[in-house]
């Protein structure tokens, strides 16, 4: 069961790594013509956030996996 938990939170840390880099392209290119990003910048930070959850998530499950 971890195992397969593992596979789904690295699935989570994927997916979160490309919302946040795609996030970052969207401000820059709404920087780049000049819009405010406040609201932009403000969903990027909640993506990172997200992210590091899944991550901590993640690296908890590989420590219970390495343990047995």
């Known amino acids: 069961m971890t195992e ?3 596979v789904q939170a690295e ?3 994927r997916q ?4 946040v880099a795609q ?3 969207r401000i820059a290119e709404l920087k780049r013509r000049g819009y405010e990003t406040t ?3 403000a969903l990027l930070a909640e993506f ?4 590091a959850l899944h991550i901590a998530h993640r690296d908890r499950l590989k420590k ?3 343990a047995v």
Do not use: F, I, P, Y
């Open 48 to 51: 990172e956030k997200t992210l």
């Open 16 to 19: 979160g790594a490309r919302h």
């Open 64 to 66: 219970v996996l390495a």
């Open 11 to 13: 699935d989570h840390v």
């Open 4 to 6: 397969r938990h593992l």
């Open 39 to 41: 609201e932009a910048q």
């Open 23 to 25: 996030q970052s392209q």
